[in-house]
């Protein structure tokens, strides 16, 4: 499976931004998708999930109620729709997929390439 992310960019605190992520190389509704995010000197961390069909999804309590992951399962993309944006959301976002509910970095094997949000306040 391979992943491209795009969508990041600077915005100012309380603004909007929407992630996408296209896949290709397998059937993507068979997949798990996920974000994580890492800031600079910090590690990756979860931001949020969904399930291979869509119907379900997992936030990070930092992100919950900002935050909406979802999918196209038939344009093989997967979003983030990030709103009331804060400047400590700032951090170069990644997408991620595999056959797992992991919330750990580690259980992800495939991945794009980043994409950065910059939030200033």
């Known amino acids: 499976v391979q992943l491209q992310a795009s969508g990041g960019g600077l915005v100012q605190a309380g603004g909007s931004l929407r992630l996408s992520c296209v896949a290709s190389?397998?059937?993507?509704?068979?997949?798990?998708k996920a974000w994580f995010r890492q800031a600079p000197g910090k590690e990756r961390e979860f931001v949020a999930r969904?399930?291979?069909?869509?119907?379900?999804?997992y936030y990070a309590d930092s992100v919950k109620g900002r935050f909406t992951i979802s999918s196209d399962n038939a344009k093989s993309t997967v979003y983030l729709q990030m709103n009331s944006l804060k400047p400590e959301d700032t951090a170069v976002y990644y997408c991620?997929?595999?056959?797992?509910?992991?919330?750990?970095?580690?259980?992800?094997?495939?991945w794009g390439q980043g994409t950065q949000v910059t939030v200033s306040s």
């Open positions: 991620a997929a595999d056959r797992t509910f992991s919330l750990i970095p580690r259980a992800f094997r495939y």
């Open positions: 190389g397998d059937t993507f509704s068979s997949y798990l």
């Open positions: 969904i399930s291979g069909s869509g119907g379900n999804t």
